[in-house]
């Protein structure tokens, strides 16, 4: 992208971001008059009204930012960056687990566990150290650290430390399993999963998960899900996306006519080509794929998707979309809605804070300042509460 271009694309998005944030101020104003409405009079608030207004403020920010596609091509994607330079937690200098050990045998052993000491020693270390610090921890005390940090934490605090000592594939397969394998499929998980990781976050997730229960994941996902969302989702299980850097604008061309003729101009969608063309073409020539439709359609393919399909494959599709646009974008859209519903959903913020925090968490702190015009910290220290919210502030690391 040259100079010129690079300037109109920016001085563009800037006055959508204007515009964007008049239509939120628009709606932020209607929900305080709301609110001061019903103080006013004392009457019971209307929860399901609130709840509606609030989700019309989010749903106002979320259609700016996937729409926008200017600056698109030139953005490097969390599907194949694999640079830790984005993330929040370090590896700590002069690290020695046999200290570490000491330190978190005193905070469980004793009289009432030092939940403080839990969160400094165990935030404060990458996931490699930690796993240093599990083996010296297994060896000192003839128990595993995961056993004690279960025995004596509770709830989601006790989720969040376990899934710190617990290496990323393994993490991922845990959540995998526990999608699948409780009463009634979690497909909201296996959506975000999917579509958020890299083939090679997706191999080792096979690995874990055939070392972990001695079947194949593909072959238990295939007895959990059914029509073309299991089509779809066992297409990305594999991770074989085409993961060439070079792009044939062209075939992008040919691709974006492919689906637009499958979906906006058919009677009826045609789901296996939408199926075929996300799953199976590479990052940079999706994005040229996304350019060349809304050239074509003059809408967004994750508008005609909307458009045209219901349910889970439609999620699926859709977190796709937005993923091959921007993981860290994704996730951050995850976190809030996460936050912002009647109550907080504390499964999907262990998981994305966790599983984020030594990739691209400095990214999506950065998106989700953007898209909701507060910081995920001052979000997270809102909405969380005691060691699970310390434990939560550490993995984000500051006030943005």
């Excluded at 709606?27 to 409405?37: C, K, N, V």
């Amino acid at each position: 992208m040259d100079t010129h271009k690079l300037i109109a694309a920016m001085s563009r998005a800037h006055r959508e971001r204007i515009v964007c944030r008049e239509r939120v101020t628009d709606r932020a104003e209607q929900l305080m008059d709301l609110l001061t409405e019903g103080v006013i009079s004392g009457r019971a608030l209307n929860l399901a009204e609130v709840i509606g207004h609030w989700c019309k403020i989010s749903t106002a920010v979320m259609a700016n930012v996937w729409g926008d596609l200017d600056l698109l091509l030139d953005s490097p994607s969390s599907l194949t960056v694999t640079s830790t330079a984005r993330g929040t937690i370090k590896e700590k200098a002069g690290f020695k687990a046999a200290e570490d050990v000491v330190a978190l045998r005193k905070a469980i052993e004793g009289i009432g566990t030092t939940e403080k000491t839990l969160v400094e020693v165990l935030t404060g270390r990458s996931n490699a150290q930690r796993q240093l610090i599990c083996k010296a921890y297994q060896e000192a005390a003839n128990r595993t650290l995961v056993d004690d940090l279960k025995g004596d934490t509770h709830g989601d605090f006790e989720d969040l430390l376990v899934a710190l000592v617990t290496p990323p594939a393994l993490f991922d397969c845990h959540e995998v399993i526990r999608a699948i394998k409780g009463p009634g499929t979690t497909e909201e998980t296996l959506t975000e999963i999917f579509a958020s990781r890299s083939n090679k976050q997706i191999k080792a997730l096979s690995d874990a998960y055939l070392a972990e229960t001695g079947r194949s994941m593909t072959h238990d996902l295939k007895s959990e899900v059914s029509g073309d969302y299991a089509t779809t989702l066992l297409i990305l299980a594999e991770g074989k996306r085409d993961e060439s850097t070079n792009v044939d604008p062209a075939k992008a061309k040919a691709d974006a006519k492919a689906l637009y003729e499958a979906g906006e101009k058919k009677w009826g969608t045609d789901e296996s080509k939408f199926i075929d063309i996300l799953c199976h073409r590479s990052v940079p020539q999706l994005r040229q794929t996304l350019v060349e439709y809304k050239a074509l359609s003059n809408k967004t393919l994750q508008e005609s998707i909307e458009r045209e399909m219901s349910g889970n494959l439609e999620d699926l599709l859709v977190a796709i979309v937005k993923c091959v646009k921007s993981v860290p974008a994704y996730l951050a859209e995850r976190l809030f809605k996460s936050t912002k519903g009647v109550g907080t959903t504390e499964s999907v913020l262990t998981r994305i804070m966790v599983g984020r925090s030594e990739m691209d968490m400095l990214d999506i702190r950065a998106e989700f300042k953007k898209l909701f015009g507060c910081s995920l910290y001052s979000t997270i220290k809102s909405e969380t509460a005691g060691s699970y919210g310390q434990a939560l502030l550490k993995l984000c690391g500051e006030d943005d």
